[in-house]
């Protein structure tokens, strides 16, 4: 499977972890206990051990797999989501900046974005963290 993967600028690279730094203290606090994705001081091998434990306690295991997470991911979804947690004007603007900026192909023409959030960037896993939260959140709500 191909997908273009950007690379941000260094301007950019400090940007996004300035907006990274100042966001995800909050944002961290409403994702659910078990979501280990992209998450500080959470790991994979965490992960597989607490689906270990909870294996030998349950019958039963749901697995899924998003394929191109990533490039499927509605702008206009992503920042309605994203104003109900973040007020800063500042930080919303550039995070709609990201989400849409143009990728270069290798033969220099430009491609516009119209979904999907930049791969490569500091921003990204974030984003795809909320977004994963939003439906765990209505599937345990369900």
């Known amino acids: 499977m191909q997908f ?11 940007a996004q972890t300035v907006v990274k730094l100042i966001i995800e203290p909050n944002l961290d606090t409403i994702f659910h206990p078990d979501s280990y994705g992209y998450r500080p001081g959470r790991s994979a091998k965490q992960a597989v051990a607490i689906t270990r434990e909870r294996c030998w306690r349950y019958d039963w295991v749901v697995e899924f797999d998003i394929k191109a ?24 603007l550039y995070i ?20 999907g959030t930049p791969q490569g960037g500091v921003v990204s896993p974030l984003s795809i963290t909320h977004n994963f939260w939003r439906v765990q959140s209505r599937v345990e709500y369900r």
Do not use: C, S, Y
């Open 4 to 14: 273009a993967l950007t690379v941000p600028t260094v301007t950019d690279r400090v």
């Open 69 to 92: 997470a990533f490039d499927q991911i509605d702008h206009g979804l992503l920042m309605k989501a994203v104003r109900a947690h973040i007020k800063e004007n500042w930080i919303l």
């Open 96 to 115: 709609e900046r990201w989400l849409i900026a143009p990728f270069e192909m290798e033969d220099g023409t430009r491609v516009p974005r119209e979904r």
